[in-house]
């Protein structure tokens, strides 16, 4: 039986994932303020749902959890983004410094 995707485009929805997914890492990063043990320990969580859980949860093929995985990370991430309008969570005086204007420039 052939198989549904081609592996050229495996790599293409996953490395598009991975960009997601560091979004959400990044995001998680602001909002914890800048503590990397609990991204560390988010990231840990991440991989382990995509890795053990993802049986119990998808029953299937493996194509059909890579799938499904990559879009729920695709969509949360895309809310995220679209929440913070882009920032990820950076306070408003993080995003002012690095822009070099302020609400007083205004």
Known sequence: MEALVSAPV????GFVSLFFARALFVWFY?????????VAIFHASFDA???????????GSNTARFL????VI?????????????QLGRAKAAVETQAGVSDLDM
């Not at 602001?30 to 609990?38: C, I, R, W």
């Open 68 to 71: 499904i995985f990559t879009g």
């Open 49 to 59: 749902a995509i890795s053990q859980l993802s049986y119990e949860v998808v029953p």
């Open 74 to 86: 695709v969509v949360f991430a895309t809310a995220v983004i679209i929440a913070t309008k882009g």
């Open 10 to 13: 495996f790599f293409i929805i």
């Open 30 to 38: 602001n909002v914890t303020a800048f503590s990397v043990v609990l």
